[in-house]
């Protein structure tokens, strides 16, 4: 699976432009964006969130409607709270959409959600020339997430290289602080970087 912005970046163009100009919906209220990182950088994760935010036209019209959609999911539960370079920090509210039989959180949303934002972590460092590889997507289910909780997601970089980028993605309760997923990503720059 490719996780490109890069390749679609021509495309974004007029998006970016856009971006400046609107209000960011895929941000809380009191988000921070540090001022390490560039705008550029910023405006790049932003973007990977705003597609995902755009995907419903390319589903088909019948799942439109359907309230657990990857999309809908995506929509209406993750937003981000803060990016820094190499590191993200998003809010996840557990909806009845994505909780399982057992009333707690979906694993399959849980992972979706972890490879979202374990690509945009990696885009905060990793540049616009470089597409990214997901050759790895390891998950710890550690306890559950209830219903109507808040699960505060935050991604950080633990190497990334010329050709390697390896994310941890931590899923705490926003009251206790209680680890509850643990995630883990291993990204392959493509293209190669020669030796």
Known sequence: MYCSIAGEY???EKIMVE?????KSSYTKDTIISKEISE?????VDILFMHVLQDGYKIPQQYNDVKDFFSQLIRTCL???????????CILSVKPEILNAYSTLHGGAIGAVAERVSIACARTVVGKDKELFLGELRMSYHSAAPC?????IDGSIIRSGRNITVVAVDFRLKDSRKLVYTSNATFYHMPVASL
């Open 19 to 23: 971006y400046n100009s609107k209000r």
């Open 148 to 152: 109507n909780a808040e699960v505060v």
């Open 10 to 12: 021509k495309k974004k």
């Open 40 to 44: 550029e950088n910023v405006a790049l």
């Open 79 to 89: 937003k981000i709270h803060t990016i820094h370079p190499g590191k993200i920090s």
